[in-house]
């Protein structure tokens, strides 16, 4: 599905990643593990088009992504739920929801992919008149992934979905990642809470610096040693 090769980026002259490659399988869920300024959010960015790659290859079902713009990579089946949410917070829930079928590919199953997002998330439906600032910070977790859903993508990025989230809602977000993979759409997951994310992931990569520094499955990377005492805390 998603084969990433040798990619490198970074901002002005400073390098952020340096010869990365991954890949992700139909209906995998895929972790991203690192510390803070690993170079994971220009991993998922440089991924999803936001950020532009200085080298190597990005491809999606065998298409060549990075000299496409963020709008066609969506169209193609990609969607970004960025670090901090980025939600819209003066509009609605609604209105947020519905910016996420603003391509040609996803408007026709607008109404379809809002009554799964409602579905996934009924506390988004309670509130779908509520404006979004108003939200808490797990809703508005939940408000940035049904975002990227209503774009109807087979493949989704999501980048510290727990970050500044209490452990209860942290547990609630990773079963709801479980459920969206159940429906046949892969994940590749950045995320700090290593134990969360190999729980529900098959494989994962470790970034140290920009550079893939370990790989393997989430059985084996929770073995590591060196991975436990970093990330695991054990």
């Known amino acids: 599905m998603l084969q990433v090769d040798g990619l490198g980026t970074g901002y002005g002259r400073a390098q952020a990643l340096h010869d990365v490659s991954l890949r992700v399988e139909d209906g995998e869920i895929v972790t991203i593990l690192g510390p803070n300024g690993a170079g994971k959010t220009s991993l998922v960015n440089a991924i ?20 496409l713009p963020p709008h066609r990579v969506i169209e193609h089946g990609m969607a970004l739920v960025p670090e901090g949410r980025r939600i819209f917070p003066k509009m609605t829930v609604t209105e947020n929801l519905d910016l996420g079928s603003y391509t040609a590919t996803a408007r026709p199953g607008h109404d379809a992919a809002l009554e799964s997002v409602y579905r996934i998330f009924p506390r988004l439906k309670e509130r779908h008149r509520q404006v979004a ?27 510290e979905p727990s970050l500044g989230l209490a452990p209860i809602v942290v547990e609630n977000i990773f079963e709801v990642l479980r459920e969206v993979n ?18 529900i992931a098959a494989r994962g990569y470790v970034l140290e610096e920009g550079r893939v520094v370990g790989e393997g499955t989430a059985a084996e990377l929770e073995q590591d040693e060196r991975l436990r005492k970093a990330y695991l805390g054990l």
């Not at 999803?48 to 000299?67: C, H, K, N, Q, Y």
């Not at 859903?149 to 087979?154: C, E, G, V």
């Not at 159940?182 to 729980?199: F, H, K, P, R, Y």
């Open 133 to 159: 600032g108003t939200l808490s910070g797990g809703e508005q977790q939940m408000l940035a992934i049904g975002r990227a859903l209503m774009a109807q993508p087979r493949l989704l990025l999501l980048d």
């Open 48 to 67: 999803a088009g936001v950020l532009r790659p200085w080298g190597g290859s990005v491809t999606f079902d065998g298409i060549e992504m990075t000299t």
């Open 182 to 199: 159940a429906t046949g759409v892969s994940i590749l997951l950045v995320e700090q809470n290593a134990v969360e994310a190999l729980d």
